[in-house]
């Protein structure tokens, strides 16, 4: 059951969604590139950095209400499990006579569908599983009355400490008022960042130090995008959420291999595969990425990292960058050049041990790595190929087993 002073500062309101063509989003980079500062910037697939708290906010403001459905919440509600001591039911997420949900849901539904919540960006080709709700300042020092006098409890009105009360206030424009929504007539640019912004109330992540009207219950922290009001009432109210990731996005390196996902979608690289054309090299440069987290990855200095193509000008899209038949891994491992198809490797010597380190005699520990790879017992990599594809016909099998043996018996 709400405060009544909160249900009279409620209002149900939304702002009409804007789609941003691809000049735009483009357009933005190019501002950050050269420098610019607007306080929110888009970054593609539905995300917007905002530059001054360094996180980035979901465009949609209401993604709950399109995200959710009957199955996904009992999924939720079987998966979280005990929330700061609170067992979780699917009526914590409001839903119509139709079954269709409106997004507005209790802060324990609030918190495990953040936690839960995989978000699949478009625009670089990667999910986030990340996300949080906003934090508040708990208690806020620049909170204070509607007529402008400080606050000693952290909640009232002009409170910016907070995520959500400094966008509201220092990014989209609010204005303090009980009367009328200012971002419903508001005219400043960086509400075109987002869609389905809700007039009303917004969770925090936040327990509330004091609860007004509602003296020693369990309460939380809450923040109106109608009237700019932070305040604090029971968990169990209803609101809408607002999810965010730590830092810029446009940095990540998903799959760790030295390039954002932003550059590797800009190259036609897979974001989530450090070795996108699976010729042992990595798509940026070496030094970055372990050597055993590159299932065929080389190591040709041995400092424990693999090679990246960057390291020797390769084409991270092309297994074999000379088209001469010849992996780029396997010419660098055979000191041939990936770059000129008239340089070829040496054919395979059968040097396959010790595993990953051939010591360059061909003996019977040769013979039995190479049965093992046959046997399916073993998973050879760019230098086993390198050693034990004695016909150089991309595969480690029978015929080249017969022809190590026969090396080893001589």
Same mark, same amino acid.
């Given at each position: 059951?709400?405060?009544?002073?909160? #249900? /009279?500062?409620?209002?149900?309101?939304?702002?009409?969604?804007?789609?941003?063509?691809?000049? @735009?989003?483009?357009?933005?980079?190019?501002?950050?590139?050269?420098?610019? =500062?607007?306080?929110?910037? #888009?970054?593609?697939?539905?995300?917007?950095?905002?530059?001054?708290?360094?996180?980035?906010?979901?465009?949609?403001?209401?993604?709950?209400?399109?995200?959710?459905?009957?199955?996904?919440?009992?999924?939720?509600?079987?998966?979280?499990?005990?929330?700061?001591?609170?067992?979780?039911?699917?009526?914590?997420?409001?839903?119509? !006579?139709?079954?269709?949900?409106?997004? $507005?849901?209790?802060?324990?539904?609030?918190?495990?569908?953040?936690?839960?919540?995989?978000?699949?960006?478009?625009?670089?080709?990667?999910?986030?599983?990340?996300?949080?709700?906003?934090?508040?300042?708990?208690?806020? %020092?620049?909170?204070?009355?509607?007529?402008?006098?400080?606050?000693?409890?952290?909640?009232?009105?002009?409170?910016?400490?907070?995520?959500?009360?400094?966008?509201?206030?220092?990014?989209?424009?609010?204005?303090?008022?009980?009367?009328?929504?200012?971002?419903?007539?508001?005219?400043?640019?960086?509400?075109?960042?987002?869609?389905?912004? $809700?007039?009303?109330?917004? =969770?925090?992540?936040?327990?509330?130090? #004091?609860?007004?009207?509602?003296?020693?219950?369990?309460?939380? @922290?809450?923040?109106?995008?109608?009237?700019?009001?932070?305040?604090?009432?029971?968990?169990?109210?209803?609101?809408?959420?607002?999810?965010?990731?730590?830092?810029?996005?446009?940095?990540?390196?998903?799959?760790?291999?030295?390039?954002? !996902? %932003?550059?590797?979608?800009?190259?036609?690289?897979?974001?989530?595969?450090?070795?996108?054309?699976?010729?042992?090299?990595?798509?940026?440069?070496?030094?970055?990425?372990?050597?055993?987290?590159?299932?065929?990855?080389?190591?040709?200095?041995?400092?424990?990292?693999?090679?990246?193509?960057?390291?020797?000008? /390769?084409?991270? $899209?092309?297994?074999?960058?000379?088209?001469?038949?010849?992996?780029?891994?396997?010419?660098?491992? =055979?000191?041939?050049?990936?770059?000129?198809?008239?340089?070829?490797?040496?054919?395979?010597?059968?040097?396959?041990?010790?595993?990953?380190?051939?010591?360059?005699?061909?003996?019977?520990?040769?013979?039995?790595?190479?049965? $093992?790879?046959?046997?399916?017992?073993?998973?050879?990599?760019? %230098?086993?190929?390198? =050693?034990?594809?004695?016909?150089?016909?991309?595969?480690?099998?029978?015929?080249?087993?017969?022809?190590?043996?026969?090396?080893?018996?001589?």
């Amino acid at each position: 059951m709400q405060a009544p002073r909160l #249900a /009279t500062l409620r209002r149900q309101a939304q702002l009409p969604s804007t789609g941003l063509p691809a000049s @735009v989003l483009f357009a933005a980079f190019v501002l950050v590139a050269d420098g610019a =500062h607007a306080a929110l910037q #888009a970054r593609g697939g539905g995300l917007v950095y905002d530059t001054e708290l360094n996180v980035t906010w979901l465009a949609d403001a209401n993604f709950a209400a399109s995200e959710l459905t009957a199955a996904r919440v009992s999924e939720i509600v079987a998966t979280a499990g005990p929330i700061a001591g609170h067992a979780l039911s699917a009526a914590e997420f409001l839903h119509d !006579d139709s079954g269709a949900f409106n997004g $507005r849901m209790t802060w324990w539904a609030a918190m495990a569908w953040t936690e839960q919540l995989v978000y699949y960006n478009s625009a670089y080709g990667v999910s986030y599983s990340d996300w949080r709700l906003p934090r508040s300042a708990g208690p806020d %020092p620049t909170c204070k009355t509607l007529a402008g006098a400080a606050r000693t409890d952290g909640l009232g009105f002009s409170c910016t400490g907070g995520e959500l009360g400094h966008l509201f206030y220092s990014e989209l424009g609010g204005t303090a008022a009980l009367s009328w929504g200012s971002l419903a007539t508001g005219t400043d640019p960086d509400l075109q960042q987002f869609s389905n912004l $809700r007039l009303d109330f917004y =969770h925090y992540a936040d327990a509330a130090v #004091a609860c007004p009207n509602m003296p020693g219950a369990d309460c939380g @922290v809450y923040f109106s995008l109608y009237s700019g009001i932070q305040w604090a009432t029971g968990k169990a109210q209803f609101n809408y959420v607002l999810p965010v990731l730590d830092g810029d996005v446009a940095l990540r390196d998903t799959d760790g291999d030295g390039l954002t !996902d %932003p550059a590797e979608a800009a190259t036609g690289t897979n974001p989530n595969l450090a070795d996108t054309d699976h010729d042992g090299l990595v798509d940026g440069a070496g030094g970055v990425v372990p050597i055993g987290s590159v299932s065929a990855g080389i190591d040709s200095n041995q400092d424990g990292f693999a090679d990246g193509e960057q390291d020797f000008g /390769t084409d991270p $899209r092309k297994t074999d960058s000379d088209a001469d038949g010849s992996p780029d891994g396997i010419e660098i491992l =055979h000191g041939s050049n990936p770059l000129d198809r008239y340089s070829l490797p040496a054919p395979a010597d059968g040097d396959l041990a010790p595993y990953g380190y051939p010591d360059g005699n061909i003996d019977a520990a040769d013979v039995l790595i190479a049965m $093992r790879i046959v046997a399916g017992q073993l998973m050879p990599r760019v %230098p086993q190929y390198a =050693h034990g594809d004695m016909n150089m016909d991309g595969m480690i099998d029978l015929s080249d087993l017969a022809v190590i043996l026969r090396q080893a018996l001589e």
